[in-house]
C-alpha cells in the first residue's frame, strides 16, 4: 500500500475512533487487512505531524493538528513566491501554472485557502485547474493570482 493511501486511512480512523496508542492504529488496520508494524506507524505519525489531545475520558487520543487559516495563508503566499509562473481564466475555470513539481502541494493549499469559491482542482506537476462556483469566484481568483506576478 502507498504510504499517501495509508495516510488517508489513518486521517480517517481518527475520525472515527479515540486511538491512544500507536497499537492501536496497528490493530485496526490490520482489522481492515493492511498489515503494517508499529515502527512505521510511529513514521507515519511524524510524517503526519499527529498530537495527543485530551479526550472525553481524561485521557489522551491522537488527532490531526487544526491548520488555521492563517497558516495556510503564509504557507500558501510562500510558495506561489517561488512556484508561481502564470495563471489564466475563462468563464468559471482558472487555470495556475508552477514550477513543476510544485502544484500538487499549491493545490492542496489553494483548496483550503479558497474553499467557499472553489467547486474542485485538478492538478498535475506543473498546473492546476480550478474550477470555481461562479464566474465572479473564478475572477476573484484570478485576480488573487496576479499578485504573484
Do not use: W
Amino acid at each position: 500500500m502507498r504510504k499517501k493511501d495509508r495516510h488517508r486511512i489513518i486521517a480517517r480512523l481518527l475520525t472515527d475512533n479515540n486511538i491512544q496508542k500507536q497499537e492501536d492504529f496497528v490493530t485496526l488496520l490490520q482489522e481492515k487487512g493492511i498489515e503494517v508494524t508499529q515502527a512505521t506507524i510511529s513514521r507515519d505519525i511524524k510524517e503526519m505531524k499527529l498530537v495527543k489531545v485530551p479526550s472525553a475520558d481524561n485521557r489522551y487520543r491522537y488527532s490531526v493538528p487544526v491548520e488555521t487559516k492563517e497558516n495556510t495563508s503564509q504557507r500558501l503566499e510562500k510558495l506561489m513566491k517561488e512556484a508561481f509562473v502564470s495563471v489564466d481564466q475563462m468563464e468559471k475555470y482558472v487555470v495556475l501554472h508552477t514550477i513543476p513539481g510544485n502544484a500538487k502541494a499549491s493545490a492542496d493549499l489553494i483548496e483550503k485557502q479558497y474553499k467557499e469559491q472553489l467547486f474542485a482542482t485538478i492538478c498535475d506537476d506543473d498546473s492546476i485547474l480550478m474550477i470555481a462556483r461562479t464566474e465572479e469566484s473564478a475572477k476573484f481568483l484570478r485576480e488573487e493570482f496576479f499578485k504573484y506576478l
